[in-house]
């Protein structure tokens, strides 16, 4: 069992940066391709960004591409989200997620953090 301790969330100004960051226990980190997904208010659950086992390959939505970036640091269990250039459009719950790096782009971890919140203000 594996278990996602998202931090980093808050209130921003349109055009700031946030840093979004997950610490993983309970598993090797390794074994798992980590993932960000965000929920905003009235809308589904939508993929934002993955990064694969050894950090090698990572994918990002259209939104997120060139604004956000994802990394992560195997030896502290960790993942982290760059959020810059922030606009209100990426208010919303941002959750970690973990799994096998197929199922997660689909949409289907094995594992999910509790979330956290951003808030952009305009």
């Known amino acids: 069992q594996v278990a996602l301790v998202e931090s980093g969330g808050g209130l921003v100004q349109a055009g700031g940066s946030l840093t979004l960051s997950c610490a993983a226990s309970?598993?090797?980190?390794?074994?798992?391709?980590m993932g960000w997904f965000r929920q905003a208010p009235g809308k589904e659950r939508e993929f934002v960004s993955s990064?694969?086992?050894?950090?090698?390959?990572?994918i990002y939505s259209d939104s997120a591409k060139g604004r956000f970036t994802i990394s992560r640091d195997n030896a502290r269990s960790t993942t982290v989200l760059q959020m810059d250039s922030l606009v209100h459009d990426d208010t919303a719950v941002y959750y970690c997620?973990?799994?096998?790096?197929?199922?997660?782009?689909?949409?289907?971890?094995?594992?999910w953090g509790q979330g956290t919140q951003v808030t952009v203000s305009s």
């Open positions: 309970g598993g090797t980190f390794r074994d798992y391709a």
């Open positions: 997620a973990a799994g096998v790096w197929n199922k997660l782009n689909n949409g289907r971890p094995d594992y």
């Open positions: 990064i694969s086992y050894g950090g090698g390959n990572t």
